[in-house]
């Protein structure tokens, strides 16, 4: 059960770290297809308005060589006319859908519908030095220039904008990404503070009741209160402390009956002693010089009988060592209550008897 919960939050911690990355990479990719859009668008609409303007210069020194010289060159000038008519058409979808696009386009297919109306006037002539043919078509041409001059500072000015969106989007979305991880870091902090709680409370529950159980309280019980591996390590602790406990009580019970049954017996040959000796100090023949000797043997027989009430008072057994591989019981360690904040070596460490 335990292994099953670390390993669903893991699970979890998982899947959010790898939604996150997945996120960062689709919108970077976002970011990056605008931006190899926003080149795209700048360096066709850059060449285009090259090679416009080439094309322009071309047919503008076709037709003053044609003026000047009376050269007809009406193949190259026909051809320079088609190559911006193609190239214009060719950028027209790189004005669809853009703010204003539609105007602009329509100012620069005017300027070129017109120069290809001028230039067929001019092809058609078949003379080239009619001053008002030249100037129609040299106007035209500088209109187209503008037109093509215009067209360049309409893409200059839609790459700058769409720089600032693209900017502006992928500010918003480090600072959104930024937020997530943040989130994300607390949310795993959280949750490896969990698993930790989930061990190292139990441990520590477990780690009490043990020096509980080497201070002899096997009346000490653990409470996990969870359905888990440790509860299931509690429980075995509990059996093993409910056994000790047995066996302790047993011990103690049996030593209580040991020990009525020798003050029963030692009670009744301390009664006979003590008769006699007090016939003896009655005796006319009684050698009060011996009256000390008497009396330490009455003494010791107190104590004898001391001792065995006192083993019915036994709580635990508690075992020293009195010689090297000989251990007997402590009777003064036996009858005391242990308080539950003795330490071990206070409660029962063992004593060198001579």
Known sequence: MLRRKLLIMLAMLTALMLATALLSVFLMQGVLRDLEHINETSVIGTAASKTLGVTITTIETTILEQSLHSQSNDDRLLKSTHFVISEIDRLSHYYSGEPGG???????KTAQINLKQSVDRFVESASGTDTDQLREVLDSTNKMRQAILGHSDFVFDRMKEEQLQVTS???????????????LINI???????????????????????????????????????????????????TLAQQLQSNEQRKVETLHQVARTLNHELNTAIAIIELQLRMVTKSPSYDHASSRQLELIHQALQ????????????????LTDYIK??????LKLSTQVISPDASVSDAASPVKKP
């Open 102 to 108: 539609e105007e602009h386009f329509a100012s620069v």
């Open 325 to 330: 591989g000989v251990k007997m019981l402590d």
């Open 188 to 238: 795993s902090i959280i949750l490896l503070i969990r698993a930790a709680s989930m061990v190292l409370k139990p441990v520590d529950q477990l780690l009490e009741a043990s020096r509980r159980l080497a201070m002899e309280e096997y009346d000490y019980r653990v409470d996990i209160g969870n359905n888990d591996e440790f509860a299931e390590l509690a429980t075995g602790f509990n």
């Open 303 to 318: 104590q004898m009988n001391e001792t065995v009430t006192s083993l019915t008072q036994v709580r635990r057994v508690v």
């Open 169 to 183: 989007r992928f500010r918003a979305m480090a600072i959104g990404l930024a937020v997530v991880f943040v989130v």
